[in-house]
């Protein structure tokens, strides 16, 4: 039972890590999504691969947040 009770410890924390981790990828999402519509720039680019240089608006910020993230 002890084994039983500390394995739900141990994924209770897990899954709270994953929630949180979400939630701050949502926010960031939000805040570009919000950037781009206030500036009327356009979100895509000439394709939606992520990565290449002609992404667009959306995916180019998107690459980037990961770079300067603290996540």
Request: charged share 20%; aromatic share 14%.
């Amino acid at each position: 039972m002890k084994t039983y009770v500390s394995r739900g410890k141990t994924f209770g924390k897990q899954y709270l890590k994953g929630v949180l981790y979400w939630e701050q990828i949502s926010h960031r999402a939000i805040s570009i999504f919000t950037f781009l519509g206030k500036r009327g720039l356009g979100f895509r680019g000439s394709n939606e691969i992520v990565g290449s240089n002609d992404n667009g608006n959306f995916l180019g910020l998107l690459d980037l947040v990961p770079e300067y993230s603290l996540l």
